[in-house]
């Protein structure tokens, strides 16, 4: 039947039930000329074939939608009669391709959801003739509609006391995409590791590579982004702690001093020997490793870190430091244990520990001030003769006219006695200008805190550079019981001028 004919009849089945309404008290009073017209079920449209087809109870995501009719249908109320419904989106448009309608999802279906494909029979075919009953199919993705879910942990939610070594299991209620659930899954702080998979895909195993921290508290997270074999994922997100260790008190220094001394060392002390080595004693147990590398001990004066050898007692309560060389005299330092230091159960000092000092001999030391110049004259040829300790300034040398060019001594005097070892290479003449025919030291002796000076000679107007050769290389005081030698902070220089 055409178009124009559905109309025709339409309009005049309308138009009788107007003129006979009046008379008609019940449907069933109307002639059958104005009751719809049903076509005989041979004659009515159907659906020869569906996917998914009718009688299926799982498919997988990507199944292919589309119903199969035996005729050719009207697009709008074939459009009109057919959706895709479900427990999660199944949006998607209709596409006609003969007699198959084909429903183009914009996404796959999501496997663990429940689907029903619907054709209502309001459906008609080109020549107007309706199903009458709709064509239902209703079907599930993937072979189960429950999510996986983690069944247990090990360590177990909020467990104390986990082992630094311990990995961290997780078993799930069936076998699961092994690549989902690894990118599902964090720890925090950060833990690097490797995953291993057993029991038929439902068991997992993260096994760190270093050991985990003390007295530290871990949280593993995996996602919704986990699914399993199907591809359907866990309904929630899954969360669980553990702490590691037991011990979650943090350390304390008990006291610092120079190896030796009664005293604790305070901070800005001063008198410290400058050959002391430092102990420092903590309350507990430390991890040798962090802790060394948090101590320092820094001159002040020009920011050097102290060389040195750390080393412990046999419970790791004492960690003791011995400078390579004599610390520098006369001068501060900074000792300093940072709270990267941790006990054996990985918690850190609570505070940095800091003591500044000062190396010198207030304390009784001997030899940890620098060695000075205290006195230095001429005492041959002729009168005794005082030489300013000042390169700034010429001492004027007056020799006696019978004695020009007659050797002659110079003796100086220091504050410590003097290590005789350290002395022939370490004082130089050298004659800067004049006529006379140069001069050299001919010998040196020493006695006490005195050395003797012996010049071959004096030449009259020449000028002389007299210089003590000063540094740990140079002039050295004796060693005085445990302390080494003192030296000069720099080369000390005086200079000379001979007249008659």
Do not use: H
């Amino acid at each position: 039947m055409t178009l124009p004919a559905r109309i025709m009849r339409r309009s005049f089945t309308l138009a009788a039930c107007i003129m006979l309404a009046a008379s008609c008290d019940r449907v069933s009073d109307l002639p059958g000329l104005l009751l719809p017209s049903v076509a005989p079920a041979g004659e009515r449209p159907s659906i020869i074939a569906s996917s998914p087809a009718q009688g299926t109870t799982a498919t997988v995501a990507a199944t292919e939608i589309f119903v199969e009719f035996d005729r050719d249908m009207d697009t709008e109320s074939t459009r009109n009669a057919f959706s895709l419904s479900g427990s999660a989106s199944a949006a998607g448009s209709l596409r006609f391709a003969g007699r198959r309608v084909y429903y183009d999802l914009e996404d796959e279906l999501v496997p663990g959801n429940s689907y029903t494909l619907r054709v209502a029979g309001s459906a008609e075919s080109t020549d107007g003739v309706s199903m009458q009953i709709d064509y239902l199919v209703f079907f599930s993705v993937g072979t189960a509609t429950n999510a996986p879910t983690l069944l247990s942990t090990t360590p177990a939610n909020n467990a104390q006391g986990v082992a630094v070594t311990s990995t961290i299991v997780m078993n799930f209620s069936r076998a699961m995409n092994r690549q989902s659930v690894e990118n599902a899954f964090s720890i925090s702080p950060t833990a690097a590791g490797a995953f291993t998979w057993g029991a038929g895909d439902t068991q997992l195993t993260y096994t760190p590579f270093a050991d985990l921290n003390f007295a530290t508290t871990y949280s593993v997270t995996l996602s919704v982004g986990a699914t399993d074999t199907e591809g359907i994922s866990l309904s929630t997100t899954n969360n669980f702690s553990f702490q590691v260790g037991t011990d979650f008190t943090k350390p304390t220094v008990t006291d610092i001093r120079e190896v030796g001394n009664i005293v604790a060392l305070a901070d800005l002390a001063t008198g410290v020997f400058k050959d002391s080595a430092f102990i420092i004693t903590f309350d507990e147990p430390m991890d040798f490793s962090p802790t060394q590398s948090a101590f320092s001990l820094t001159r002040l004066d020009n920011s050097t870190t102290v060389a040195g050898v750390l080393s412990w007692n046999a419970t790791f309560t004492q960690l003791t430091f011995t400078p390579t060389d004599a610390l520098e005299p006369s001068r501060q330092f900074r000792l300093r244990v940072t709270t990267g230091a941790q006990d054996a159960a990985g918690n850190s000092l609570d505070t940095q520990l800091t003591r500044t000092f000062t190396v010198s001999n207030a304390g009784g030391a001997v030899n940890s001030d620098y060695l000075t110049v205290t006195a230095m004259q001429k005492t041959a040829p002729g009168a005794v003769q005082a030489i300013t300790l000042s390169p700034a300034v010429t001492t004027t040398l007056n020799i006696p006219g019978s004695n020009l060019g007659a050797d002659g001594t110079i003796t100086i005097d220091f504050s410590q006695a003097i290590d005789p070892g350290s002395v022939p290479t370490n004082i130089t003449l050298t004659k800067l200008f004049g006529p006379g025919a140069g001069s050299s030291i001919q010998g040196l002796a020493v006695a006490g805190t005195q050395v003797t000076v012996f010049v071959n000679s004096f030449r009259e107007l020449n000028q002389y550079e007299l210089k003590l050769i000063g540094g740990r290389n140079g002039i050295k005081s004796t060693v005085v019981g445990a302390e080494t030698g003192t030296f000069l902070s720099e080369d000390f220089i005086v200079y000379l001028f001979i007249r008659q």
